[in-house]
DNA sequence: TTAGTTGCAAAGGCTTTGCACGCGC
DNA sequence: GCGCGTGCAAAGCCTTTGCAACTAA
């Protein structure tokens, strides 16, 4: 049973077959799928699904806080719904694959080896986020 | 004179003058426009400008590394022309404001009052990028 | 001269939205 | 039954592209 599913349960999400399934595909470690690509495999287990609905799904789980959303580039974001054990992301510039890494120390230095995955590195980025004055 | 319009002329870049007018609105410090604010900005010195040629210019001055590309959430990329001196982003996360900051010591502690611009904290991430195996 | 640049308009990728129908609680 | 969720299709935002006309070097 999806831990995700049961967190929502106990939220007292409305369930739907739909979001069951999201759910479902997106509960794991190391996963960073697209819309398209949880889509694609939500419709392998109910046909009818939509992509609104994915889409939909997708943003009320980000607004809930138990996926992150990840955006690389101009690419199409990515969906992790890995939200309760922090981390950080090592991002494939050319097609946008992403790992979850967990560097000790300083973060600015290079990644141990067996943080890489066989990547080959070229640089760290610190975004800081928050609200500015006159959003706040 | 522009400082980017010179180093691009000594790269031997082909000037035209919505080359130029795009050099211009970008130069300077903490510029973080859009490609629709960099149209906006050139138009006003150059009319008939459009906005393919922004574009164009924008993705051609990212890739000889004399601006940097900046994407936040779903938002439109931003523009820094800041490429030459190492720093890290504050990104508001409710209107995409971007301001540049400079943390000293553990990126990863709270960001001294004076690199807040007023901005009210909530997460510093930290992204890896490279090629992975597939694509390296 | 001539290869590189521009403008236009159209297409393209990703995501959101309006609305009528359907279903969980 | 009520109110939220769904599906469809259309629209929207940002960006790229094809192509004929133009221009810097």
Redesign the interface.
Known sequence: MSDLLERLRGRGWRMTSQRRVVAEVLDGDHVHLTADEVHARAVQRLPEISRATVYNTLRELVTLDEVI?V????RA?RYDPNAHHPH????????G?IRD?H?TG???AA?PEEE?????????????????????
Request: hydrophobic share 30%.
């Open positions: 959303e955006s690389t580039d101009g974001k950080q992301h090592l991002v494939c510039s050319r097609c694959t890494v560097p300083d973060p600015l990644l890489r995955f066989g990547f080959t590195m070229s640089e760290v980025e610190v975004t800081y986020r928050g609200l500015c004055p006159s959003c706040a």
